[in-house]
């Protein structure tokens, strides 16, 4: 995991996934879920804090099939 991308705050996560194609699809507590049709992705945000927790980022990026580097550009 890089670790520029351990702490990626809620709010930026939400947007960058909506930017790309992210739909905002259902909610349960403090998980949000986000769905892309297209790619046939499914990424969930958990928003226990105001940024996410590393192994929380680590889930995000990998089932969002989007680079490391797009997220860093995004939301550092």
């Known amino acids: 995991m890089d670790p520029r991308l351990k702490h990626?705050?809620?709010?930026?996560?939400?947007?960058?996934?909506?930017?790309?194609?992210?739909?905002?699809?259902?909610?349960?507590?403090?998980?949000?879920?986000?769905?892309?049709?297209?790619?046939?992705?499914?990424?969930?945000?958990?928003?226990?804090?105001?940024e996410s927790y590393p192994k929380n980022a680590k889930v995000m990026i990998e089932k969002s099939g989007i680079s490391i580097e797009e997220w860093y550009e995004y939301c550092k």
């Open 8 to 50: 990626i705050k809620v709010s930026r996560a939400k947007k960058f996934l909506e930017k790309n194609g992210f739909q905002h699809s259902n909610t349960r507590g403090s998980h949000w879920t986000y769905t892309n049709k297209e790619k046939s992705k499914i990424v969930q945000v958990i928003c226990n804090n105001k």
